[in-house]
């Protein structure tokens, strides 16, 4: 975990002896209390310490003067120090900072001791005192958050594309923030790229964006464009030897709005990753669903959408605001509801309109056809029913995960052909994005305000 700070500063390791006054605003502070005669002071060594286990889990500073530096005295090796105590000094103040998120090894909490010991051979400790730091989790927001920035990747061929996203940041009162082709070499799927999320203490908030093993093209763009003062970031890459999965981009990577299921709430919402088939030899990695699972507050649920080209959650369902109790609304892929609303523009005399519209060739040799050409066609309509089959399957789980009831779901008509989805027909300059097996959410990001709530009130 990198997080905040100096950006010179190595992730998941201290790097450096002295830390800057700035830092500080990042840490929790540790209050050591220490009331009694003088003379058991002098007499007796205060240590404060900590578990092997716990030392590459955290960070301790403190400064020993009146200079505007602190001093590194436990973590990354150091697993004791010898608090030196003032005559009359009640209170010891003591910075903590978190140097790695929750995960399958590590709960998140840090226990830290402060032990009386007595002189001799061996040192007695005659007196412990115990604290325990829970490391605050990664947290996903939703799309029903307001956003602060917008990014986009800019190509040669999709100047249209960035001023629709501009308009509509603009509109939406956001930052639009753009990578230029030189440092996304030509790859648009940002979504796919990284995660924003956030971290927060009762002292402090800031957003920390998790990479994706994904490693293409934009591979270095989260750590060398994102990452810096008040902005964390994490990372959890796979070894050489496994093979990355199209699962593990993070278009993968969805998180719904609060909700309530059967009197158990999740304030924070859940996180949604599609899944596959036990049989599938490439699912989303342990690794990264681990972490998910790791972090507690977003109980992850897992869909199945290996039936998918490309795989990925963001491609059948998403979240919008809506003025009902839940205050949102799920929006689901459905071929079922489109080839209702084909049969309907046929009777209206539109059977002879293409689709999709404005362009002359799709993906693998896939042309453009009419309505009445698509209902007419037995191949695509078996195809659909199977697709139908798979969302009604995962529409079950969400109802049942999410608490949600058929009111809260809004049927979006869509078709999917065995190579490429089919979206409703479309404006040709935001085309080229569904030609490539993509959509306008797989070529943006979007960072977004944390919830009101705050985690540690959330019952486990």
């Given at each position: 975990?990198?997080?905040?700070?100096?950006?010179?500063?190595?992730?998941?390791?201290?790097?450096?002896?002295?830390?800057?006054?700035?830092?500080?605003?990042?840490?929790?502070?540790?209050?050591?209390?220490?009331?009694?005669?003088?003379?058991?002071?002098?007499?007796?060594?205060?240590?404060?310490?900590?578990s092997k286990a716990d030392g590459d889990k955290v960070g301790v500073f403190y400064t020993e003067s009146k200079e505007q530096s602190y001093k590194?005295?436990?973590?990354?090796?150091?697993?004791?120090?010898?608090?030196?105590?003032?005559?009359?000094?009640?209170?010891?103040?003591?910075?903590?900072?978190?140097?790695?998120?929750?995960?399958?090894?590590?709960?998140?909490?840090?226990?830290?001791?402060?032990?009386?010991?007595?002189?001799?051979?061996?040192?007695?400790?005659?007196?412990?005192?115990?604290?325990?730091?829970?490391?605050?989790?990664?947290?996903?927001?939703?799309?029903?958050?307001?956003?602060?920035?917008?990014?986009?990747?800019?190509?040669?061929?999709?100047?249209?594309?960035?001023?629709?996203?501009?308009?509509?940041?603009?509109?939406?009162?956001?930052?639009?923030?753009?990578?230029?082709?030189?440092?996304?070499?030509?790859?648009?799927?940002?979504?796919?790229?990284?995660?924003?999320?956030?971290?927060?203490?009762?002292?402090?908030?800031?957003?920390?964006?998790?990479?994706?093993?994904?490693?293409?093209?934009?591979?270095?763009?989260?750590?060398?464009?994102?990452?810096?003062?008040?902005?964390?970031?994490?990372?959890?890459?796979?070894?050489?030897?496994?093979?990355?999965?199209?699962?593990?981009?993070f278009g993968n990577l969805e998180v719904s709005p609060p909700v309530t299921v059967k009197s158990k709430e999740y304030p924070l919402g859940r996180?949604?990753?599609?899944?596959?088939?036990?049989?599938?030899?490439?699912?989303?990695?342990?690794?990264?669903?681990?972490?998910?699972?790791?972090?507690?507050?977003?109980?992850?649920?897992?869909?199945?959408?290996?039936?998918?080209?490309?795989?990925?959650?963001?491609?059948?369902?998403?979240?919008?605001?809506?003025?009902?109790?839940?205050?949102?609304?799920?929006?689901?892929?459905?071929?079922?509801?489109?080839?209702?609303?084909?049969?309907?523009?046929?009777?209206?005399?539109?059977?002879?309109?293409?689709?999709?519209?404005?362009?002359?060739?799709?993906?693998?040799?896939?042309?453009?056809?009419?309505?009445?050409?698509?209902?007419?066609?037995?191949?695509?309509?078996?195809?659909?029913?199977?697709?139908?089959?798979?969302?009604?399957?995962?529409?079950?789980?969400?109802?049942?995960?999410?608490?949600?009831?058929?009111?809260?779901?809004?049927?979006?008509?869509?078709?999917?052909?065995?190579?490429?989805?089919?979206?409703?027909?479309?404006?040709?300059?935001?085309?080229?994005?569904?030609?490539?097996?993509?959509?306008?959410?797989?070529?943006?990001?979007?960072?977004?305000?944390?919830?009101?709530?705050?985690?540690?009130?959330?019952?486990?």
């Amino acid at each position: 975990m990198k997080t905040g700070g100096q950006k010179s500063r190595v992730p998941g390791s201290i790097g450096i002896e002295l830390v800057l006054l700035l830092d500080l605003e990042d840490m929790s502070r540790m209050i050591l209390t220490t009331q009694g005669p003088d003379e058991v002071f002098a007499n007796y060594q205060l240590i404060l310490h900590i578990s092997k286990a716990d030392g590459d889990k955290v960070g301790v500073f403190y400064t020993e003067s009146k200079e505007q530096s602190y001093k590194h005295v436990l973590g990354s090796g150091k697993m004791s120090y010898h608090v030196k105590r003032n005559l009359g000094q009640v209170q010891t103040v003591f910075y903590v900072e978190g140097l790695k998120f929750p995960d399958i090894d590590f709960s998140g909490l840090v226990t830290f001791h402060a032990s009386v010991l007595e002189p001799g051979v061996p040192e007695t400790s005659i007196f412990t005192d115990t604290l325990v730091f829970r490391v605050a989790p990664w947290i996903m927001t939703p799309n029903t958050l307001q956003p602060v920035s917008v990014y986009v990747c800019s190509i040669n061929d999709n100047k249209d594309f960035v001023e629709h996203i501009r308009k509509l940041a603009t509109k939406a009162g956001c930052k639009l923030i753009i990578c230029p082709q030189e440092k996304n070499n030509e790859d648009v799927w940002i979504q796919d790229e990284m995660e924003f999320g956030y971290t927060q203490a009762p002292h402090k908030t800031f957003p920390v964006v998790f990479d994706s093993p994904r490693n293409r093209e934009l591979k270095d763009f989260a750590f060398k464009e994102i990452l810096g003062p008040d902005f964390g970031y994490v990372k959890r890459e796979l070894p050489s030897t496994v093979s990355r999965s199209s699962l593990d981009s993070f278009g993968n990577l969805e998180v719904s709005p609060p909700v309530t299921v059967k009197s158990k709430e999740y304030p924070l919402g859940r996180i949604l990753i599609g899944a596959a088939f036990p049989r599938n030899n490439f699912p989303m990695s342990k690794l990264v669903k681990d972490f998910l699972k790791s972090q507690v507050v977003q109980s992850p649920i897992e869909l199945y959408t290996d039936w998918l080209h490309v795989g990925h959650v963001d491609e059948i369902l998403s979240f919008v605001p809506a003025p009902n109790q839940k205050g949102f609304r799920l929006l689901l892929a459905s071929p079922r509801a489109c080839f209702k609303l084909l049969k309907e523009k046929e009777k209206e005399g539109h059977g002879k309109a293409k689709m999709p519209e404005g362009i002359e060739l799709l993906e693998d040799g896939w042309q453009p056809r009419s309505i009445s050409e698509i209902i007419a066609d037995g191949f695509l309509k078996k195809w659909n029913e199977y697709c139908d089959r798979c969302i009604d399957w995962n529409r079950n789980i969400l109802k049942q995960e999410l608490g949600l009831a058929e009111e809260d779901i809004i049927d979006i008509p869509q078709l999917f052909h065995p190579f490429l989805n089919l979206p409703r027909p479309m404006v040709i300059s935001l085309l080229t994005y569904y030609i490539d097996q993509g959509d306008v959410h797989c070529g943006t990001n979007v960072l977004r305000k944390p919830f009101s709530f705050k985690w540690w009130n959330m019952r486990l």
